[in-house]
């Protein structure tokens, strides 16, 4: 009898190993996930507070987004926009600098690769938009426009 039992407690630990394994980098990747998300929000926040105060088409709005480094994350995730009174897109904000009273501060697109075992999953987020009325937009009162710093 006990011939035939010989290494069924190797193959049990194998079995349960591996569904134990994956679970415990399933309960990981869901912690990195929830991670990526609130980085891409308080970007996005971070962004569009910037945007208000900042000349339109500054690049420290856009850089101000990646305040942590997330693999795959570009500068073609983040969209700036001016908005008129209404909420609609102002297709040439410098050119209509009296018509924008918000900005809103979008990311897009961002995929990322998830580390489960056995599979290969790539999510891509929501997307994450901030909107905030315009301040200085970067034109002082009186004086030259200071460099729009973090």
Avoid at 55 to 74: A, H
Avoid at 76 to 82: A, G, L, P
Wanted: glycine letters at 8%; a positive charge.
């Amino acid at each position: 009898m006990r011939r035939r039992q010989t290494g069924t407690t190797t193959v049990e630990l194998a079995i349960v190993a591996v569904l134990l394994i994956t679970v415990m980098f399933a309960v990981i990747e869901l912690g990195r996930t929830l991670f990526t998300l609130s980085v891409l929000n308080e970007g996005a926040r971070r962004g569009a507070r910037l945007a208000a105060v900042c000349p339109i088409g500054d690049p420290t709005i856009v850089s101000v987004t990646r305040f942590v480094s997330l693999p795959g994350f570009r500068s073609s995730n983040v969209r700036v926009e001016y908005l008129n009174a209404a909420g609609g897109v102002i297709a040439n904000p410098v050119g209509n600098f009296l018509l924008i009273r918000y900005v809103r501060v979008r990311i897009v697109g961002y995929a990322f690769q998830t580390w489960i075992p056995f599979t290969s999953l790539t999510m891509t987020s929501p997307e994450f938009a901030t909107t905030l009325p315009r301040e200085s937009l970067g034109v002082p009162r009186v004086g030259m426009p200071a460099t729009c710093a973090l």
